[in-house]
């Protein structure tokens, strides 16, 4: 089995290599992201393995194919950026469904926590022997309302830090699981009296965009918004425009609508080009960090293990569990309830 593996960083190695070798697979890792102008780097292997922020569009996926290319692996749980339905029939993919939870959902409190009890600011003050406590003032979680949208199994994990804090807790999720003893209201009540508002939950045509103007106007004043999920679940010009307006009391952003150029690369020596995010970076208020909830050993250990374990069993057994296609689970002949290839 040959692997050409796209948007390589040194933990991939760390995590990737070793596993991939005890396993017969000879991987070819490239820093590069995997578009249209990079797919021919793939020639002779049967499988890629792809990131968030690279481009799986239907050129690239016709390239890959005409490559001699029959998998998609892709190392993240999120598949919006890939064209499922163009790739049935031509090109089988597959994702890691899960990985710790506990990740995510504490990255989501580490920021929070940072922002309302300004721990950044206060760090950087004493850096420079400044122990002043003037402007750092903050408020306590335990009381607060906490809206969590989406409530797989990030969510939920989120769910339970914040019952720690003694925080009444509010949910929104479009298939709600009724037995799950979860407290759900619509949307809008949701928006209407949380303090603070995070977002667990994918993005599709219907998510997208699901925080935008209308929807912040529906907020508490003051409110705090969470992103540790898709950047695209935010309008970010609405947001930078409900900050200016002092209707969202503060922003905590792991991820960025137009961030699959920007993130994971190292852009100090350069002008930011991004306008939007320049100016939400720059407010006091906001906290962004690069796509980096997922950042545990934890986590990267059961990416890699599950990724691997998606390739071997597609090229040795014929089928893989966690193999998506634009129909899956929608009609009562998928083929994945048989074990069995999706074409």
Known sequence: MKLAFFDTKPYDRLF?????AENGIAVKFYEAKLNADTAGLAAGCGAVCSFVNDTLDAQV?????????????????GYNHVDIRHAFGKIH???????????????????????????????NRTRDFNFSLSGLMGFDLHGKTMGIVGTGRIGRAFMEICRGFGMRLAAYDKFPDKDSGISYVPLDTLLAESDVISLHCPLTAETYHMIDAGAIEKMKTGAVLINTSRGALIDADALLAGIKAR?????CLDVYEEESNIFFEDFSGHIMSDDVLARLISMPNVIVTSHQAFLTEEALRDIAETTVSNIT???????????????????????????????
């Open 247 to 251: 209707k969202i009391g503060a922003a």
């Open 93 to 123: 993919v597959v994702h890691v469904p899960g990985y710790s939870p506990y990740s995510v959902a504490e990255h989501a409190m580490a920021l929070l926590l940072t922002s309302i009890r300004r721990t950044h600011k206060a760090y």
């Open 313 to 343: 069993a597609f090229f040795r057994h014929g089928s893989c569990a966690n193999e998506l296609c634009y129909h899956c689970g929608k009609v009562s002949s998928c083929r994945t309830h048989r074990l069995e290839k999706c074409f």
């Open 61 to 77: 996926i016709d390239r890959l194919a005409q490559a001699g290319v029959q998998l998609i692996a892709l190392r993240c749980a």
């Open 16 to 20: 990737f290599e070793n596993l991939c």
